[in-house]
């Protein structure tokens, strides 16, 4: 099975700072993606990588940004953190956009103070 | 644009009770993908089915159902004599091939199964 991996579980930090977080997927999948989740918002798109050192906006980049050195690695960067962006972090690959669906990473709940 | 919309935010039913589980996409496209994906509380979205715009067929697998109709742009999820394992936030998701197939999630519906 297709398993996508985010190195954390929970995360605090203050506001201000520069966080990372990480997430690992072990298919040789091209897409990876970037969501959070917020309560009565459902999932929404931060950013996504087609491939390798690509990447585009989704539907909420400000504020992130993203890097894909590796075909398997896709990490979100938050440069100076916010308490608004205390939430939960989703990370997700796919084989073929949208034909088969995403496999999700178990997520990174992420408390900005 | 797409869009897709889950109007049952909170849905609380006791165990061995029918429930479903309502949702209506927007979509310009011929050609569409659906999706539904639960939440359990230890976080993980997990895949439950996948839907082509083309076939209407409605699905069974055990005790989960589900009923396509493109004539009111909706996809609707029934668990059949519900299990508290069954609780969970459920998300229903539509990707159409002009926006690049990706996905758009609807808001959500929680899911509390009482025994």
């Known amino acids: ?113 | 644009a797409q869009k897709v919309t889950q109007a049952q935010t909170e849905i609380s039913v006791v165990e061995k009770e029918d429930v479903t589980l309502d949702c209506v996409y927007e979509t310009r496209d011929t050609t569409y993908y659906l999706f539904w994906y639960k939440q359990p509380p230890s976080g993980e979205l997990v895949f439950l089915i996948r839907r082509n715009s083309f076939d209407e067929q409605n699905e069974i697998s055990g005790r989960y159902s589900w009923n396509f109709q493109k004539s009111t742009s909706s996809f609707n999820f029934t668990i059949t004599a519900s299990q508290v394992v069954d609780s969970a936030v459920y998300f229903c998701a539509l990707s159409e091939e002009s926006s690049g197939s990706r996905l758009t999630f609807g808001e959500g519906t929680q899911l509390t199964v009482n025994p």
């Open chain 1, 1 to 113: 099975d297709v398993k996508v991996t985010q190195s954390s579980r929970y995360l605090v930090k203050r506001t201000g700072e520069k966080v990372f977080l990480e997430c690992v997927q072990d298919m040789d999948h091209e897409n990876m993606f970037w969501y959070r989740q917020d309560p009565g918002l459902g999932l929404r798109l931060i950013y996504f990588s087609y491939d390798v050192k690509m990447k585009e906006k989704g539907d909420i980049p400000e504020g992130y940004s993203v890097s894909r050195e590796k075909k398997e690695r896709f990490s979100l960067i938050l440069e100076s953190a916010s308490t608004n962006q205390t939430s939960m972090y989703l990370c997700a690959s796919s084989l073929l956009l949208g034909v088969y669906g995403y496999t999700f990473g178990s997520g990174t709940r992420l408390t900005v103070v």
